[in-house]
């Protein structure tokens, strides 16, 4: 069975920092291209962060340029998110998310293009 399980989510203060993982069975991440999304009450799900199944080719938008390093351990079979200098305006349900791409330079912050999702793990950023 594939799944996709998230870790790491809790309360922190703004401009605390938060790892999230992302564990994968039942199949092996190695040739997937990953994302962390997010989705707060209200809003359209919205990608964060991404990296290509190869060389490790990452993008982010800027809303989390500078402050967001998604990194992958295939040994693992883990994805994770570092969130540094949080502000309240990340406070989202963070899930994970993986395709297999066309090629192994291609990562992608488009939801559609995704076909496995975690259940999510909720990050609130509040003093």
């Known amino acids: 069975q594939v799944q996709l399980v998230e870790s790491g989510g809790g309360l922190v203060q703004p401009g605390g920092s938060l790892r999230l993982s992302c564990a994968a069975s039942?199949?092996?991440?190695?040739?997937?291209?990953l994302g962390w999304f997010r989705q707060a009450p209200g809003k359209e799900r919205e990608g964060v962060a991404c990296i290509s199944s190869g060389d490790g080719l990452t993008y982010y938008p800027e809303s989390v340029k500078g402050r967001f390093t998604i990194s992958r351990d295939n040994a693992k079979n883990t994805v994770f998110l570092q969130m540094n200098s949080l502000k309240p305006e990340d406070t989202a349900v963070y899930h994970c998310a993986a395709f297999f791409p066309p090629g192994d330079y291609v990562r992608s912050l488009d939801p559609g293009d995704y076909n496995y999702w975690g259940q999510g793990t909720q990050v609130t950023v509040s003093s």
């Open positions: 039942g199949f092996t991440l190695d040739y997937y291209a």
